[in-house]
Protein backbone atom coordinates (compact mmCIF):
# COMPACT_ATOMS: atom_id res chain seq x y z
CA UNK A 1 0.00 0.00 0.00
CA UNK A 2 1.01 3.49 -0.71
CA UNK A 3 0.79 6.44 1.91
CA UNK A 4 -2.04 7.55 0.64
CA UNK A 5 -4.23 4.24 0.50
CA UNK A 6 -2.92 3.44 4.24
CA UNK A 7 -4.60 6.62 4.91
CA UNK A 8 -7.84 5.85 3.69
CA UNK A 9 -7.70 2.27 5.16
CA UNK A 10 -6.54 3.55 8.94
CA UNK A 11 -9.18 6.29 8.63
CA UNK A 12 -11.82 3.73 7.88
CA UNK A 13 -10.39 1.22 10.35
CA UNK A 14 -11.26 3.67 13.24
CA UNK A 15 -14.37 5.14 11.99
CA UNK A 16 -15.48 1.31 12.48
CA UNK A 17 -14.07 1.53 16.39
CA UNK A 18 -15.45 4.94 16.85
CA UNK A 19 -18.67 3.76 15.99
CA UNK A 20 -18.77 -0.35 17.36
CA UNK A 21 -17.61 1.49 20.68
CA UNK A 22 -20.61 2.38 22.00
CA UNK A 23 -23.06 0.09 20.05
CA UNK A 24 -21.14 -3.02 22.01
CA UNK A 25 -21.59 -1.34 25.27
CA UNK A 26 -24.94 -0.31 25.11
CA UNK A 27 -25.09 -3.75 25.19
CA UNK A 28 -22.82 -5.48 27.01
CA UNK A 29 -24.25 -7.56 30.42
CA UNK A 30 -27.82 -7.26 29.37
CA UNK A 31 -30.21 -9.66 28.72
CA UNK A 32 -30.85 -9.23 25.20
CA UNK A 33 -27.22 -8.57 24.19
CA UNK A 34 -26.95 -12.48 24.98
CA UNK A 35 -29.69 -13.61 23.06
CA UNK A 36 -28.22 -16.31 20.37
CA UNK A 37 -30.23 -15.03 17.41
CA UNK A 38 -28.91 -17.28 14.64
CA UNK A 39 -25.35 -19.57 13.26
CA UNK A 40 -23.22 -17.23 11.78
CA UNK A 41 -21.30 -17.72 8.53
CA UNK A 42 -18.12 -18.99 10.77
CA UNK A 43 -20.55 -22.17 12.14
CA UNK A 44 -20.80 -20.41 15.70
CA UNK A 45 -23.85 -18.96 17.00
CA UNK A 46 -24.43 -15.67 16.81
CA UNK A 47 -25.87 -13.55 19.69
CA UNK A 48 -27.75 -9.97 19.66
CA UNK A 49 -24.43 -8.39 20.64
CA UNK A 50 -22.29 -9.56 18.12
CA UNK A 51 -25.09 -8.61 15.24
CA UNK A 52 -25.24 -5.15 16.47
CA UNK A 53 -21.25 -4.72 16.19
CA UNK A 54 -21.63 -6.21 12.45
CA UNK A 55 -24.36 -4.04 11.40
CA UNK A 56 -22.06 -1.07 12.13
CA UNK A 57 -19.11 -2.27 10.53
CA UNK A 58 -21.13 -3.30 7.18
CA UNK A 59 -23.15 0.28 7.47
CA UNK A 60 -19.43 1.88 7.23
CA UNK A 61 -17.42 -0.07 4.59
CA UNK A 62 -20.69 -0.14 2.27
CA UNK A 63 -21.46 4.00 2.76
CA UNK A 64 -17.30 4.08 2.02
CA UNK A 65 -16.25 5.48 -1.28
CA UNK A 66 -14.03 2.21 -2.12
CA UNK A 67 -15.25 -0.93 -2.53
CA UNK A 68 -13.81 -3.11 0.15
CA UNK A 69 -13.67 -6.96 0.51
CA UNK A 70 -14.97 -7.90 4.11
CA UNK A 71 -15.01 -11.10 6.16
CA UNK A 72 -16.26 -11.04 9.15
CA UNK A 73 -17.70 -13.72 11.52
CA UNK A 74 -21.17 -13.38 11.13
CA UNK A 75 -21.73 -12.63 7.54
CA UNK A 76 -18.81 -13.83 5.96
CA UNK A 77 -17.77 -12.53 3.09
CA UNK A 78 -19.03 -9.72 1.28
CA UNK A 79 -18.26 -7.15 -1.19
CA UNK A 80 -19.11 -3.48 -0.07
CA UNK A 81 -18.35 -0.08 -0.87
CA UNK A 82 -20.10 2.85 -3.23
CA UNK A 83 -23.41 2.09 -1.65
CA UNK A 84 -23.32 -2.01 -2.94
CA UNK A 85 -23.37 -5.12 -0.67
CA UNK A 86 -23.20 -8.48 -2.27
CA UNK A 87 -22.01 -11.93 -0.73
CA UNK A 88 -19.46 -13.37 -2.46
CA UNK A 89 -16.82 -16.02 -2.41
CA UNK A 90 -13.42 -14.25 -1.86
CA UNK A 91 -11.58 -16.74 -3.31
CA UNK A 92 -13.42 -16.71 -6.64
CA UNK A 93 -13.48 -13.33 -6.71
CA UNK A 94 -9.69 -12.49 -6.29
CA UNK A 95 -9.28 -14.96 -8.92
CA UNK A 96 -11.24 -12.48 -11.40
CA UNK A 97 -9.24 -10.71 -14.21
CA UNK A 98 -12.10 -9.37 -15.94
CA UNK A 99 -12.63 -6.41 -13.57
CA UNK A 100 -11.98 -2.96 -14.28
CA UNK A 101 -9.89 -0.85 -11.82
CA UNK A 102 -13.37 0.91 -10.77
CA UNK A 103 -14.70 -2.59 -10.07
CA UNK A 104 -11.65 -3.97 -8.51
CA UNK A 105 -11.67 -3.90 -4.20
CA UNK A 106 -9.34 -1.79 -2.52
CA UNK A 107 -9.17 -3.70 0.66
CA UNK A 108 -9.83 -6.75 2.85
CA UNK A 109 -10.86 -6.42 5.69
CA UNK A 110 -10.89 -9.38 8.06
CA UNK A 111 -12.94 -8.02 11.26
CA UNK A 112 -13.94 -9.65 14.36
CA UNK A 113 -16.32 -7.67 15.69
CA UNK A 114 -16.46 -9.03 19.09
CA UNK A 115 -13.30 -11.08 20.04
CA UNK A 116 -14.80 -12.57 23.55
CA UNK A 117 -18.63 -12.60 22.62
CA UNK A 118 -19.23 -14.72 26.44
CA UNK A 119 -17.05 -12.49 28.55
CA UNK A 120 -18.90 -9.05 26.87
CA UNK A 121 -22.75 -10.47 27.47
CA UNK A 122 -21.24 -11.48 31.47
CA UNK A 123 -19.27 -7.60 31.33
CA UNK A 124 -16.08 -9.53 32.18
CA UNK A 125 -13.74 -6.41 30.93
CA UNK A 126 -11.83 -8.79 28.10
CA UNK A 127 -13.11 -8.15 24.85
CA UNK A 128 -12.47 -6.62 21.54
CA UNK A 129 -12.62 -5.29 18.12
CA UNK A 130 -9.80 -6.81 15.64
CA UNK A 131 -9.17 -5.36 12.39
CA UNK A 132 -7.05 -6.74 9.87
CA UNK A 133 -6.79 -4.84 6.58
CA UNK A 134 -4.63 -6.40 3.52
CA UNK A 135 -4.31 -4.63 -0.02
CA UNK A 136 -6.49 -6.40 -2.74
CA UNK A 137 -3.84 -7.93 -5.82
CA UNK A 138 -6.75 -9.04 -8.31
CA UNK A 139 -6.00 -12.22 -10.34
CA UNK A 140 -4.21 -14.17 -6.92
CA UNK A 141 -5.33 -15.83 -3.35
CA UNK A 142 -4.55 -13.15 -0.54
CA UNK A 143 -2.75 -14.51 2.44
CA UNK A 144 -1.94 -13.93 6.31
CA UNK A 145 1.25 -12.60 4.79
CA UNK A 146 -0.35 -9.29 2.70
CA UNK A 147 -1.59 -8.16 5.57
CA UNK A 148 -0.34 -4.66 6.25
CA UNK A 149 -2.27 -2.54 9.04
CA UNK A 150 -3.62 -4.25 12.25
CA UNK A 151 -6.19 -2.47 15.34
CA UNK A 152 -7.36 -4.15 18.34
CA UNK A 153 -9.30 -1.81 20.60
CA UNK A 154 -10.40 -3.45 23.94
CA UNK A 155 -14.17 -2.49 24.28
CA UNK A 156 -14.09 -2.63 27.94
CA UNK A 157 -11.37 -0.14 28.74
CA UNK A 158 -10.81 1.97 25.43
CA UNK A 159 -7.37 0.43 25.01
CA UNK A 160 -5.87 1.34 21.41
CA UNK A 161 -3.20 -1.07 19.64
CA UNK A 162 -2.22 0.36 16.09
CA UNK A 163 0.22 -1.91 13.88
CA UNK A 164 2.08 -1.13 10.44
CA UNK A 165 3.79 -3.45 8.52
CA UNK A 166 7.24 -2.54 8.80
CA UNK A 167 6.55 0.63 11.24
CA UNK A 168 6.14 -1.14 14.28
CA UNK A 169 3.31 -0.97 16.46
CA UNK A 170 1.76 0.73 19.73
CA UNK A 171 -0.34 0.54 22.23
CA UNK A 172 -2.14 3.95 23.28
CA UNK A 173 0.76 5.90 20.94
CA UNK A 174 3.43 4.09 23.37
CA UNK A 175 5.81 1.59 21.75
CA UNK A 176 5.17 -2.34 22.78
CA UNK A 177 8.07 -3.68 24.74
CA UNK A 178 7.93 -8.12 25.01
CA UNK A 179 9.14 -9.92 27.91
CA UNK A 180 12.86 -10.56 27.84
CA UNK A 181 11.70 -13.91 29.79
CA UNK A 182 12.70 -17.26 28.33
CA UNK A 183 12.57 -19.84 31.63
CA UNK A 184 9.61 -22.02 30.98
CA UNK A 185 9.23 -22.65 34.91
CA UNK A 186 8.72 -18.71 35.30
CA UNK A 187 6.52 -18.43 31.84
CA UNK A 188 2.95 -16.82 32.32
CA UNK A 189 1.09 -18.61 29.69
CA UNK A 190 -2.28 -17.85 28.24
CA UNK A 191 -4.62 -19.82 25.84
CA UNK A 192 -7.05 -22.79 24.80
CA UNK A 193 -5.42 -26.13 25.06
CA UNK A 194 -7.34 -29.46 23.83
CA UNK A 195 -9.03 -32.10 26.19
CA UNK A 196 -6.53 -35.17 26.08
CA UNK A 197 -4.04 -33.85 24.52
CA UNK A 198 -0.75 -34.82 26.93
CA UNK A 199 1.45 -32.65 25.19
CA UNK A 200 -0.87 -29.40 26.71
CA UNK A 201 -0.71 -30.83 29.89
CA UNK A 202 3.05 -31.19 30.07
CA UNK A 203 3.23 -27.26 29.52
CA UNK A 204 0.82 -26.12 31.82
CA UNK A 205 2.39 -28.30 34.52
CA UNK A 206 5.76 -26.59 33.34
CA UNK A 207 4.32 -22.60 33.57
CA UNK A 208 4.79 -20.78 36.44
CA UNK A 209 1.07 -19.07 35.82
CA UNK A 210 -1.55 -20.14 33.03
CA UNK A 211 -4.60 -17.74 31.78
CA UNK A 212 -7.64 -18.27 29.99
CA UNK A 213 -9.27 -15.00 29.13
CA UNK A 214 -11.40 -16.25 26.14
CA UNK A 215 -10.41 -13.48 23.34
CA UNK A 216 -7.24 -14.39 20.94
CA UNK A 217 -6.37 -11.16 19.74
CA UNK A 218 -6.13 -10.09 23.43
CA UNK A 219 -4.16 -12.61 24.75
CA UNK A 220 -1.91 -12.51 21.82
CA UNK A 221 -1.31 -8.61 21.93
CA UNK A 222 -0.38 -9.74 25.93
CA UNK A 223 2.46 -11.45 24.24
CA UNK A 224 3.18 -8.26 22.67
CA UNK A 225 3.07 -5.94 25.02
CA UNK A 226 4.53 -8.48 28.00
CA UNK A 227 1.43 -9.38 29.85
CA UNK A 228 2.48 -13.27 28.98
CA UNK A 229 5.02 -14.62 28.02
CA UNK A 230 3.14 -17.17 25.35
CA UNK A 231 -0.02 -17.68 23.86
CA UNK A 232 -1.85 -21.51 22.38
CA UNK A 233 -4.44 -22.31 20.62
CA UNK A 234 -4.73 -26.25 20.53
CA UNK A 235 -8.10 -26.17 19.27
CA UNK A 236 -7.35 -23.80 15.89
CA UNK A 237 -8.21 -20.36 15.80
CA UNK A 238 -10.00 -18.75 12.96
CA UNK A 239 -7.74 -16.40 10.75
CA UNK A 240 -10.23 -12.92 11.07
CA UNK A 241 -9.11 -13.81 15.11
CA UNK A 242 -5.57 -14.10 14.41
CA UNK A 243 -4.40 -11.90 11.61
CA UNK A 244 -4.30 -8.67 13.21
CA UNK A 245 -2.68 -10.01 16.35
CA UNK A 246 -0.01 -11.74 14.09
CA UNK A 247 1.03 -8.49 12.47
CA UNK A 248 1.46 -6.70 16.19
CA UNK A 249 3.70 -10.06 16.97
CA UNK A 250 5.64 -9.78 14.29
CA UNK A 251 6.47 -5.87 14.39
CA UNK A 252 7.84 -6.47 18.17
CA UNK A 253 9.75 -9.02 17.36
CA UNK A 254 7.66 -12.45 18.95
CA UNK A 255 7.45 -15.15 17.05
CA UNK A 256 3.94 -17.18 16.31
CA UNK A 257 3.53 -20.10 13.86
CA UNK A 258 1.48 -23.22 13.83
CA UNK A 259 2.18 -25.97 16.37
CA UNK A 260 5.01 -27.60 14.14
CA UNK A 261 7.00 -24.13 14.15
CA UNK A 262 5.76 -23.64 10.62
CA UNK A 263 5.29 -19.97 9.14
CA UNK A 264 1.34 -19.19 9.73
CA UNK A 265 0.64 -17.93 5.65
CA UNK A 266 -3.02 -18.91 5.44
CA UNK A 267 -5.36 -17.84 2.89
CA UNK A 268 -7.66 -15.34 4.09
CA UNK A 269 -10.80 -16.87 4.08
CA UNK A 270 -13.72 -17.66 6.62
CA UNK A 271 -12.98 -20.90 6.34
CA UNK A 272 -9.09 -20.78 7.61
CA UNK A 273 -7.92 -22.17 10.80
CA UNK A 274 -5.02 -22.66 12.29
CA UNK A 275 -3.81 -23.95 15.32
CA UNK A 276 -1.41 -21.25 16.97
CA UNK A 277 1.57 -21.56 19.09
CA UNK A 278 3.17 -17.39 19.85
CA UNK A 279 5.57 -16.89 21.87
CA UNK A 280 7.66 -13.39 23.04
CA UNK A 281 11.45 -14.90 22.00
CA UNK A 282 12.93 -17.78 19.73
CA UNK A 283 14.15 -19.46 23.02
CA UNK A 284 10.85 -19.98 24.92
CA UNK A 285 8.59 -20.42 21.10
CA UNK A 286 11.67 -23.42 20.33
CA UNK A 287 11.01 -24.87 24.19
CA UNK A 288 7.53 -24.96 23.36
CA UNK A 289 7.39 -26.37 19.96
CA UNK A 290 9.71 -29.37 21.36
CA UNK A 291 7.39 -29.68 24.46
CA UNK A 292 4.58 -29.72 22.27
CA UNK A 293 5.68 -32.15 19.70
CA UNK A 294 7.97 -34.55 22.11
CA UNK A 295 6.68 -37.87 21.61
CA UNK A 296 3.62 -36.57 19.58
CA UNK A 297 1.88 -39.51 17.43
CA UNK A 298 0.65 -38.27 14.36
CA UNK A 299 -1.03 -40.13 11.62
CA UNK A 300 1.46 -41.13 9.36
CA UNK A 301 -0.38 -40.61 6.04
CA UNK A 302 2.58 -39.38 3.74
CA UNK A 303 5.63 -41.46 3.15
CA UNK A 304 8.86 -40.58 1.79
CA UNK A 305 11.32 -43.44 0.39
CA UNK A 306 14.86 -43.08 -0.32
CA UNK A 307 17.27 -45.40 -0.88
CA UNK A 308 21.17 -46.02 -1.75
CA UNK A 309 21.24 -46.87 -5.30
CA UNK A 310 24.16 -48.57 -5.97
CA UNK A 311 22.87 -52.29 -5.41
CA UNK A 312 20.25 -54.04 -6.65
CA UNK A 313 19.02 -54.87 -3.25
CA UNK A 314 18.01 -51.92 -1.78
CA UNK A 315 16.09 -51.01 -4.93
CA UNK A 316 14.14 -53.48 -5.55
CA UNK A 317 13.47 -53.76 -1.85
CA UNK A 318 13.00 -50.17 -1.81
CA UNK A 319 9.84 -51.16 -4.94
CA UNK A 320 8.63 -53.48 -2.63
CA UNK A 321 8.23 -50.75 -0.08
CA UNK A 322 6.35 -48.69 -2.05
CA UNK A 323 3.93 -51.15 -3.51
CA UNK A 324 3.34 -52.20 -0.01
CA UNK A 325 2.54 -48.46 1.26
CA UNK A 326 0.37 -47.79 -1.38
CA UNK A 327 -1.43 -50.81 -0.92
CA UNK A 328 -2.22 -49.79 2.66
CA UNK A 329 -3.49 -46.33 1.29
CA UNK A 330 -0.47 -43.79 2.21
CA UNK A 331 0.43 -41.54 -0.11
CA UNK A 332 4.10 -41.91 -1.47
CA UNK A 333 7.04 -39.90 -2.53
CA UNK A 334 10.23 -41.11 -4.30
CA UNK A 335 13.65 -39.35 -4.39
CA UNK A 336 14.11 -38.79 -7.90
CA UNK A 337 17.08 -41.19 -8.69
CA UNK A 338 15.49 -43.96 -6.83
CA UNK A 339 12.16 -43.14 -9.42
CA UNK A 340 14.98 -43.10 -12.46
CA UNK A 341 16.87 -46.46 -10.97
CA UNK A 342 13.60 -48.08 -11.11
CA UNK A 343 12.85 -47.17 -14.38
CA UNK A 344 15.70 -48.42 -15.49
CA UNK A 345 15.18 -51.58 -13.71
CA UNK A 346 11.78 -52.09 -14.88
CA UNK A 347 13.17 -51.79 -18.81
CA UNK A 348 15.79 -54.14 -18.42
CA UNK A 349 15.57 -57.40 -20.51
CA UNK A 350 17.12 -59.16 -17.67
CA UNK A 351 14.81 -57.63 -14.58
CA UNK A 352 13.91 -61.84 -13.98
CA UNK A 353 17.77 -62.55 -13.68
CA UNK A 354 18.60 -59.75 -11.47
CA UNK A 355 15.51 -60.53 -8.98
CA UNK A 356 16.71 -64.63 -8.89
CA UNK A 357 20.10 -63.22 -7.85
CA UNK A 358 19.03 -60.96 -5.41
CA UNK A 359 17.05 -63.44 -3.91
CA UNK A 360 19.74 -66.40 -4.00
CA UNK A 361 22.59 -63.48 -2.13
CA UNK A 362 20.08 -62.26 0.27
CA UNK A 363 17.62 -65.34 1.46
CA UNK A 364 16.82 -63.01 4.36
CA UNK A 365 14.56 -61.37 2.09
CA UNK A 366 14.10 -63.78 -1.11
CA UNK A 367 10.18 -64.00 0.43
CA UNK A 368 9.32 -60.18 -0.15
CA UNK A 369 10.45 -60.33 -3.41
CA UNK A 370 8.33 -63.19 -4.76
CA UNK A 371 5.19 -61.37 -7.13
CA UNK A 372 7.28 -57.81 -6.77
CA UNK A 373 5.32 -55.05 -8.75
CA UNK A 374 7.08 -52.42 -10.97
CA UNK A 375 4.22 -51.46 -12.68
CA UNK A 376 3.51 -48.37 -11.07
CA UNK A 377 4.38 -44.99 -12.00
CA UNK A 378 7.53 -43.87 -10.32
CA UNK A 379 7.87 -40.92 -12.53
CA UNK A 380 4.48 -39.28 -11.02
CA UNK A 381 5.59 -39.92 -7.63
CA UNK A 382 9.38 -38.55 -7.35
CA UNK A 383 10.74 -35.11 -6.42
CA UNK A 384 13.92 -33.77 -5.35
CA UNK A 385 14.71 -34.28 -1.82
CA UNK A 386 14.41 -30.61 -0.60
CA UNK A 387 10.79 -30.79 -2.11
CA UNK A 388 9.50 -33.13 0.35
CA UNK A 389 6.66 -32.54 1.68
CA UNK A 390 5.86 -35.85 4.23
CA UNK A 391 4.78 -37.44 7.70
CA UNK A 392 7.98 -39.80 7.27
CA UNK A 393 10.92 -40.76 5.19
CA UNK A 394 11.72 -43.80 5.24
CA UNK A 395 15.80 -44.39 4.57
CA UNK A 396 16.94 -47.67 3.33
CA UNK A 397 20.53 -48.13 3.65
CA UNK A 398 23.52 -47.16 6.22
CA UNK A 399 24.48 -44.91 8.29
CA UNK A 400 25.87 -42.69 4.96
CA UNK A 401 22.13 -42.26 3.04
CA UNK A 402 20.56 -41.39 5.90
CA UNK A 403 22.87 -38.69 7.02
CA UNK A 404 23.13 -37.19 3.26
CA UNK A 405 19.02 -37.95 2.82
CA UNK A 406 18.75 -35.66 6.52
CA UNK A 407 20.73 -33.06 5.66
CA UNK A 408 18.63 -32.36 2.65
CA UNK A 409 15.35 -32.54 3.64
CA UNK A 410 13.55 -30.04 5.57
CA UNK A 411 14.46 -30.99 10.11
CA UNK A 412 10.69 -31.49 10.92
CA UNK A 413 10.43 -34.65 8.91
CA UNK A 414 11.34 -37.48 10.81
CA UNK A 415 13.42 -40.11 9.61
CA UNK A 416 12.84 -44.34 9.50
CA UNK A 417 16.04 -45.74 8.59
CA UNK A 418 16.21 -49.14 7.43
CA UNK A 419 19.44 -50.71 7.48
CA UNK A 420 21.37 -51.73 4.47
CA UNK A 421 24.73 -50.72 5.41
CA UNK A 422 27.31 -52.43 7.66
CA UNK A 423 26.35 -51.44 11.39
CA UNK A 424 24.09 -48.59 11.11
CA UNK A 425 23.98 -47.13 14.19
CA UNK A 426 21.04 -44.44 13.18
CA UNK A 427 19.27 -46.47 11.81
CA UNK A 428 15.77 -48.31 13.53
CA UNK A 429 14.91 -51.80 11.71
CA UNK A 430 16.77 -54.55 10.17
CA UNK A 431 15.13 -55.50 6.48
CA UNK A 432 13.72 -58.48 8.02
CA UNK A 433 11.89 -56.54 10.68
CA UNK A 434 10.49 -54.11 7.64
CA UNK A 435 6.72 -55.09 6.74
CA UNK A 436 5.78 -55.99 10.75
CA UNK A 437 7.31 -52.49 11.44
CA UNK A 438 5.31 -50.78 9.26
CA UNK A 439 2.48 -52.06 10.06
CA UNK A 440 3.15 -50.99 13.68
CA UNK A 441 3.98 -47.31 12.57
CA UNK A 442 0.80 -47.08 10.41
CA UNK A 443 -0.76 -48.20 13.40
CA UNK A 444 0.38 -45.32 15.69
CA UNK A 445 2.53 -47.60 17.60
CA UNK A 446 5.29 -45.45 17.48
CA UNK A 447 7.76 -42.35 18.77
CA UNK A 448 9.88 -39.57 17.97
CA UNK A 449 13.64 -39.30 19.58
CA UNK A 450 15.13 -35.63 19.43
CA UNK A 451 18.50 -35.40 18.33
CA UNK A 452 20.65 -32.62 18.21
CA UNK A 453 22.26 -30.92 14.91
CA UNK A 454 25.51 -28.51 14.84
CA UNK A 455 25.81 -25.28 12.93
CA UNK A 456 28.80 -24.58 11.64
CA UNK A 457 29.53 -21.71 10.37
CA UNK A 458 32.56 -19.86 8.20
CA UNK A 459 33.15 -16.88 5.62
CA UNK A 460 29.37 -15.84 6.64
CA UNK A 461 28.46 -19.40 5.68
CA UNK A 462 26.71 -21.52 7.55
CA UNK A 463 25.98 -25.44 7.13
CA UNK A 464 24.48 -27.87 9.41
CA UNK A 465 25.98 -31.17 10.50
CA UNK A 466 24.56 -34.17 12.55
CA UNK A 467 26.87 -36.52 13.12
CA UNK A 468 30.27 -34.64 13.25
CA UNK A 469 32.39 -32.30 11.43
CA UNK A 470 36.30 -33.08 10.83
CA UNK A 471 38.73 -30.31 10.00
CA UNK A 472 41.62 -31.73 8.89
CA UNK A 473 44.60 -31.15 6.57
CA UNK A 474 43.73 -31.14 2.43
CA UNK A 475 47.25 -32.44 2.06
CA UNK A 476 47.80 -36.20 3.83
CA UNK A 477 50.54 -36.41 6.45
CA UNK A 478 50.91 -32.97 7.14
CA UNK A 479 49.88 -31.86 10.88
CA UNK A 480 47.59 -28.74 11.48
CA UNK A 481 47.82 -26.33 14.64
CA UNK A 482 44.45 -25.84 15.95
CA UNK A 483 43.27 -23.15 18.65
CA UNK A 484 39.97 -23.89 20.47
CA UNK A 485 37.95 -21.71 21.97
CA UNK A 486 34.64 -22.18 23.91
CA UNK A 487 32.73 -19.57 24.86
CA UNK A 488 35.78 -17.27 23.67
CA UNK A 489 37.87 -18.82 26.31
CA UNK A 490 41.08 -20.83 25.42
CA UNK A 491 40.78 -24.36 26.30
CA UNK A 492 43.45 -25.87 24.23
CA UNK A 493 46.18 -24.87 21.55
CA UNK A 494 47.00 -28.09 19.69
CA UNK A 495 49.08 -29.78 16.65
CA UNK A 496 47.00 -32.92 15.20
CA UNK A 497 46.14 -34.73 12.33
CA UNK A 498 42.84 -33.33 12.37
CA UNK A 499 39.98 -32.29 15.05
CA UNK A 500 36.32 -33.98 14.81
CA UNK A 501 33.35 -31.87 16.38
CA UNK A 502 30.50 -34.45 17.32
CA UNK A 503 27.23 -34.50 18.44
CA UNK A 504 26.16 -37.29 20.84
CA UNK A 505 24.61 -39.08 17.61
CA UNK A 506 28.03 -38.62 16.26
CA UNK A 507 30.07 -40.84 19.03
CA UNK A 508 29.29 -44.09 17.90
CA UNK A 509 30.99 -43.01 14.57
CA UNK A 510 34.15 -41.23 13.78
CA UNK A 511 34.83 -39.94 17.33
CA UNK A 512 34.79 -43.25 18.80
CA UNK A 513 37.15 -44.80 16.13
CA UNK A 514 39.20 -41.32 17.25
CA UNK A 515 39.21 -42.73 21.10
CA UNK A 516 36.03 -40.41 22.27
CA UNK A 517 33.38 -41.62 24.79
CA UNK A 518 30.29 -42.96 23.50
CA UNK A 519 27.59 -40.28 24.67
CA UNK A 520 23.88 -40.89 25.53
CA UNK A 521 21.94 -39.13 22.93
CA UNK A 522 19.88 -36.87 25.90
CA UNK A 523 22.92 -35.71 26.84
CA UNK A 524 23.20 -31.90 25.60
CA UNK A 525 26.41 -32.03 24.77
CA UNK A 526 29.49 -31.65 22.28
CA UNK A 527 32.69 -33.78 22.18
CA UNK A 528 35.94 -31.95 20.67
CA UNK A 529 38.45 -34.84 19.68
CA UNK A 530 41.94 -34.44 18.64
CA UNK A 531 42.80 -37.25 15.67
CA UNK A 532 46.58 -38.24 17.06
CA UNK A 533 47.62 -35.00 18.49
CA UNK A 534 51.07 -34.65 19.05
CA UNK A 535 51.17 -34.24 22.97
CA UNK A 536 50.20 -37.42 24.82
CA UNK A 537 48.40 -35.56 27.79
CA UNK A 538 45.96 -33.62 25.43
CA UNK A 539 42.62 -35.75 25.51
CA UNK A 540 38.75 -35.30 24.75
CA UNK A 541 36.70 -32.50 26.04
CA UNK A 542 32.59 -32.80 26.26
CA UNK A 543 31.12 -29.16 26.81
CA UNK A 544 27.48 -28.15 26.82
CA UNK A 545 26.02 -27.88 23.94
CA UNK A 546 24.47 -24.26 24.46
CA UNK A 547 28.65 -23.16 24.20
CA UNK A 548 29.74 -22.21 21.07
CA UNK A 549 32.69 -23.66 19.78
CA UNK A 550 35.33 -21.42 18.28
CA UNK A 551 38.48 -23.51 15.56
CA UNK A 552 41.17 -21.11 14.28
CA UNK A 553 44.10 -22.34 11.92
CA UNK A 554 47.48 -21.22 13.46
CA UNK A 555 50.41 -22.38 11.02
CA UNK A 556 50.88 -20.05 8.29
CA UNK A 557 50.86 -21.30 4.99
CA UNK A 558 48.80 -24.28 5.81
CA UNK A 559 44.87 -24.79 4.81
CA UNK A 560 42.65 -27.26 6.33
CA UNK A 561 39.49 -28.75 5.30
CA UNK A 562 36.28 -29.29 7.30
CA UNK A 563 33.75 -32.09 5.81
CA UNK A 564 29.95 -32.03 7.64
CA UNK A 565 28.72 -35.34 7.93
CA UNK A 566 30.88 -37.07 5.31
CA UNK A 567 29.03 -35.21 3.06
CA UNK A 568 29.63 -31.16 2.28
CA UNK A 569 33.20 -30.16 2.05
CA UNK A 570 34.73 -26.72 2.62
CA UNK A 571 38.38 -25.49 2.89
CA UNK A 572 39.48 -22.89 5.37
CA UNK A 573 43.02 -20.83 5.38
CA UNK A 574 45.41 -19.55 8.21
CA UNK A 575 43.83 -17.69 10.79
CA UNK A 576 40.41 -18.18 9.69
CA UNK A 577 37.59 -19.70 12.33
CA UNK A 578 35.48 -21.92 11.89
CA UNK A 579 32.26 -21.41 14.99
CA UNK A 580 29.80 -24.47 16.07
CA UNK A 581 26.73 -24.22 18.16
CA UNK A 582 23.67 -25.92 18.60
CA UNK A 583 21.28 -25.81 15.80
CA UNK A 584 17.78 -24.06 16.48
CA UNK A 585 16.04 -27.20 14.42
CA UNK A 586 16.88 -30.48 15.68
CA UNK A 587 16.16 -33.36 13.73
CA UNK A 588 13.72 -36.27 14.52
CA UNK A 589 13.65 -40.16 13.91
CA UNK A 590 10.95 -42.49 13.90
CA UNK A 591 11.83 -45.02 16.75
CA UNK A 592 9.48 -48.39 17.48
CA UNK A 593 12.46 -50.50 19.75
CA UNK A 594 12.22 -50.22 23.12
CA UNK A 595 15.93 -51.12 23.54
CA UNK A 596 17.95 -49.10 25.86
CA UNK A 597 20.60 -46.86 24.02
CA UNK A 598 23.98 -48.81 25.35
CA UNK A 599 22.13 -52.22 24.96
CA UNK A 600 21.49 -51.10 21.06
CA UNK A 601 25.29 -49.86 20.60
CA UNK A 602 26.30 -53.05 22.43
CA UNK A 603 24.82 -55.16 19.63
CA UNK A 604 25.78 -52.88 16.62
CA UNK A 605 29.24 -53.00 17.63
CA UNK A 606 28.72 -56.47 17.67
CA UNK A 607 27.27 -56.77 13.96
CA UNK A 608 30.25 -54.43 13.08
CA UNK A 609 32.73 -56.92 13.95
CA UNK A 610 33.66 -55.97 17.70
CA UNK A 611 33.36 -58.81 20.12
CA UNK A 612 33.48 -56.90 23.79
CA UNK A 613 32.37 -56.94 27.42
CA UNK A 614 32.44 -53.28 27.96
CA UNK A 615 28.60 -53.25 28.31
CA UNK A 616 28.52 -56.43 30.00
CA UNK A 617 27.17 -57.03 33.97
CA UNK A 618 28.69 -60.51 33.86
Known amino acids: MDRETKKIAKKLAKKIIKAVGPAVREYAGTELGGTEIK ?94 IAEVNQGRLATLNDVELGFVYNLANGNFIEAEKGKGC ?145 ILFSAKIIEYLLTNGCEVVIEKSLSKKLLELRENPKLDEIIEETKQAYPEIADMLDDIDLNIDYERLSQELFDFECDMATILGGDGTLLRAQSRLKPEIPIFGINMGTVGFLTEIEVKDTFTTLKEILKGNYYKEKRTRLVVSHDNHDFTAMNEVVVMTNKPAKMLHYEIRVDGGVIEEVRADGLIISTPSGSTAYAMSAGGPIVDPKVAGFVIIPICPYKLGVRPFVVSDNSEITVKLLKKGKSAVFVMDGQITEEADYEEEIKFKKSPKDAYFIRTSTKYFYEKVKDKLKEGGIENNWCNNE
Open 39 to 132: IGADGTPTSYIDQIAEEEIVHILKDADVLSYLISEEVGELKLGKGTKRIVKLSQELKRTDLTEEETPKFIFLIDPIDGTSNAIKEIPAYAISIA
Open 170 to 314: QLNNEKLTPSTNAKINKMTLGGFTKSGTSEASKLVDRARRMRVLGSVVLELSYVASGRYDAFLDLRGSRIIDIAAGKLILDEVGCIITDKYGKELNNVLSIYEKSIVVAANNKEMHQQIIDILNDNQIDVIGKIGVISRIDQDKP
